[in-house]
C-alpha cells in the first residue's frame, strides 16, 4: 500500500484521509444501528456500581485532540504510512464489528449540575448515539497514539501515557461504555499492530513484535475470566494471575529486558502460591 502525497503536507493528508473514512465508517453503523428495531446490551453484573465521575468528559473528548497533535509529531513518512495503515484498519475492524454485533449503552446518565461539564456532555450528546458500542475505538486509538507519544522525552512521554490511560477508563466513567468495550478495542488494537508491525521485522525488534503477540494473549485471556467470572462463577482468579504473568512478560519483550523473565515469573508463581 503506497500513499503519494500532493503539495499539501503528508501529515495534514493523513489526518484528512482519516477524519474521511472515519465519518464515512462509524455515521454509516450509526445509521445502521438506529434502523434495527432492537438493539441489545452486554453488562457485566458488577458494572452497575461503576461511579459516574463527570469530570472525565475531558479526557474523554480529549480523543480528538489527540488525533490532530499525533499526525503534527510524526516525523517520518514511514512512521506517518504505519500509523495511518493502522487507524485506518482499526476503524475499518471496528465498524464491521459495529455492524455484525450491534450493542448500545444501557445506563442512563445521571444529570450533570457543573455549568461547563453540562455543556460538554451536551455537545457529546448531539454528535453521538448509544450505539457503536463494542469495540471501543477511544480505547484502540489510544494505544495507537501511544505508540506515537512513547518516543517523547520524559517528562511528557509520562504525562501522555497517564492521560492516556485517564481517556480509555472515562468511556466507563461517563456511561459511554461498558467494559466489554474496553476489552475488545483492547484487542482489537493488539490484532491491528499484529498485521502492521511497526518497524521491518529486524532483530532489533522483533521483541517488540513478540510483545503484541503476550499482549494479546493477555487480554483474551483476562476477557476469558470475566466471561467465566459472569455466567459460572468461578475460573476468574487463576485467568487474572494468567493474564498478569502474560502482560509482564509482554512487558519485559518490549523493554529488550529478557533476562528479567524467568525471575518475574518465579515471583508470580511464588505469590500465587502463598495466596
Given amino acids: 500500500m503506497k500513499f503519494k502525497w500532493g503539495k499539501m503536507n503528508a501529515n495534514m493528508w493523513g489526518m484528512v484521509i482519516f477524519s474521511a473514512v472515519f465519518a464515512l465508517v462509524y455515521k454509516f453503523s450509526l445509521w445502521y444501528a438506529a434502523q434495527l428495531g432492537e438493539v441489545r446490551s452486554f453488562v457485566f453484573g458488577f458494572e452497575r456500581d461503576i461511579p459516574f465521575l463527570p469530570w472525565t468528559i475531558i479526557p474523554y473528548l480529549s480523543s480528538g485532540v489527540f488525533f490532530c497533535v499525533v499526525f503534527l509529531l510524526i516525523k517520518s513518512p514511514e512512521a506517518l504510512r504505519v500509523f495511518l495503515k493502522r487507524v485506518l484498519l482499526m476503524t475499518v475492524l471496528a465498524g464491521i464489528g459495529f455492524i455484525l454485533m450491534p450493542l448500545q449503552f444501557s445506563q442512563p446518565k445521571p444529570q450533570v449540575s457543573h455549568t461547563i461539564l453540562g455543556a460538554l456532555f451536551w455537545l457529546l450528546d448531539g454528535v453521538d448515539d448509544p450505539y457503536n458500542q463494542s469495540p471501543s475505538l477511544h480505547v484502540a486509538f489510544a494505544f495507537a497514539f501511544w505508540t506515537v507519544f512513547r518516543e517523547l522525552k520524559s517528562p511528557w512521554r509520562h504525562i501522555a501515557a497517564v492521560w492516556l490511560m485517564m481517556v480509555a477508563l472515562s468511556t466507563l466513567t461517563t ?22 508491525p511497526s518497524q521491518p521485522r529486524t532483530f532489533a525488534y522483533r521483541n517488540l513484535h513478540i510483545a503484541n503477540f503476550y499482549f494479546l494473549a493477555a487480554w483474551l485471556v483476562l476477557l476469558a475470566s470475566f466471561l467465566m467470572a459472569e455466567y459460572f462463577g468461578t475460573g476468574w482468579f487463576n485467568g487474572c494471575w494468567l493474564a498478569v504473568a502474560l502482560f509482564i512478560t509482554g512487558f519485559l ?12 515469573v518465579i515471583r508470580i508463581s511464588v505469590f500465587r502460591r502463598f495466596l
Fill in 175 to 196: 456511561y459511554q461504555h461498558h467494559l466489554i468495550d474496553v476489552f475488545t478495542g483492547s484487542i482489537l488494537a493488539h490484532v491491528v499492530f499484529l498485521i502492521i
Fill in 253 to 264: 519483550c518490549q523493554k529488550y529486558r529478557i533476562g528479567q523473565l524467568r525471575r518475574e
